[in-house]
C-alpha cells in the first residue's frame, strides 16, 4: 500500500491569536504545499525522527516515510500543522475531515509541544479555490465567502524565522489586553468579509498594532511592517501567523506593486490518494 497526502500552507487573512479563544478567523489555503509519501513495509519505520514520532503517535502502521515541502519552516505558514495532517490523512485516509484537524493537533501537542489552536488545521482542510474561510470557533464551524480578484495579496518574507514550541506567547501580558484583542480582532475579521480593499488594507493594520499590543511582534517586524504599510501601492501590510517572527501579508493595489513578490491565490484543501 502507498498513500500520498498533499497539505496546503495556511494564509490568515485576518483574526490572529483568536481561535483558542472561541473567536473569528478568516483565512485561506496558500499555494505552497507539504507533500507525505507513506508507503507500507513489513516491519519498522523509516523516515526522519521526528516525522516518525508523529507518526507513531498517531498510531500509524510500519511504513517508509517521505517528505518534501515548499511550506518554509517558522514562518507562520503553519508547515508543522500541514506535517501533522499529512501524516493523519495518510495513516486513515477516510477520516473526517475536522476529526482530523482535532488528531492533527493532538499528535502536534504532544510530539513538538506547540499549544497550537484550530485555526491553521482548519483553513487548510476546508479551503476552497478562490474563497476565503470564515471560522467561527465557537461552533467550529466554517462558512465560504468568494475573494474579489480586487483583493490582491503578497507575502514577503521577514528573514526571521522561529519556533513556537518554544515560546510561551499566551501568557506574554495580562488577561484584560488579550481579551480587547479578541474582542477588536472579531471585528475587524467581520468588516473584513464584505469589506472593499481599501477599507481591508486599514483593517490589517489595525491588526498588525493589536498584536503589538499583545506582545507577539518584534520590533524588527515591526520596523518591516512600517516600511511596507508607506509603500506607495500598498494598502495595508501585517505580521502574520503565531508571531516572533515569520511571514508579513501585504495587500496591495495591483500586481505591479512589489514586483519581485508573487501574487498568493487561494488553493486546493488538503486531500490524500492510496495507491496498490
Avoid at 127 to 143: E, M, Q, V, Y
Wanted: overall charge negative; charged content about 20%; aromatic content about 6%.
Amino acid at each position: 500500500m502507498h498513500r500520498i497526502a498533499s497539505i496546503p500552507a495556511r494564509i490568515n487573512i485576518i483574526g490572529e491569536h483568536t481561535d483558542y479563544a472561541g473567536g473569528l478567523s478568516f483565512a485561506f489555503a496558500a499555494p505552497q504545499r507539504l507533500t507525505l509519501k507513506a508507503r507500507a513495509i513489513s516491519e519498522g519505520f523509516e523516515g526522519e525522527s521526528t516525522i516518525v514520532s508523529l507518526w507513531k503517535e498517531a498510531k500509524g502502521w510500519p511504513a517508509q516515510l517521505t517528505v518534501t515541502s515548499e511550506i518554509p519552516i517558522g514562518a507562520g505558514m503553519s508547515s508543522s500543522a500541514a506535517l501533522c495532517l499529512a501524516i493523519v490523512l495518510c495513516i486513515n485516509k477516510d477520516i473526517e475531515a475536522f476529526q482530523a484537524c482535532q488528531e492533527a493537533q493532538r499528535i502536534e501537542h504532544v510530539v513538538l509541544g506547540t499549544e497550537c489552536g484550530l485555526l491553521d488545521q482548519i483553513a487548510m482542510m476546508f479551503s476552497k479555490p478562490n474563497h476565503a474561510t470564515l471560522i467561527d470557533f465557537s461552533t467550529n464551524t466554517t462558512t465560504q465567502h468568494p475573494l474579489p480578484e480586487s483583493h490582491v495579496f503578497k507575502l514577503i518574507d521577514s528573514g526571521i524565522h522561529r519556533t513556537l514550541g518554544e515560546m510561551d506567547y499566551r501568557t506574554s501580558v495580562d488577561e484584560q489586553t488579550k481579551n480587547i484583542h479578541v474582542q477588536e480582532e472579531n471585528q475587524r475579521v467581520k468588516e473584513a468579509i464584505r469589506a472593499s480593499p481599501n477599507q481591508l488594507g486599514l483593517l490589517l493594520n489595525a491588526a498588525h498594532e493589536s498584536l503589538r499590543t499583545i506582545g507577539v511582534s518584534i520590533e524588527e517586524i515591526d520596523q518591516q511592517v512600517m516600511v511596507l504599510q508607506n509603500t506607495p501601492g500598498v494598502l495595508g501590510a501585517r505580521m502574520m501567523g503565531g508571531g516572533f517572527g515569520g511571514m508579513i501579508l501585504v495587500l496591495v493595489e495591483h500586481e505591479g506593486i512589489l514586483p519581485q513578490t508573487a501574487v498568493v491565490h487561494p488553493s486546493e484543501a488538503g486531500f490524500v490518494q492510496e495507491f496498490r
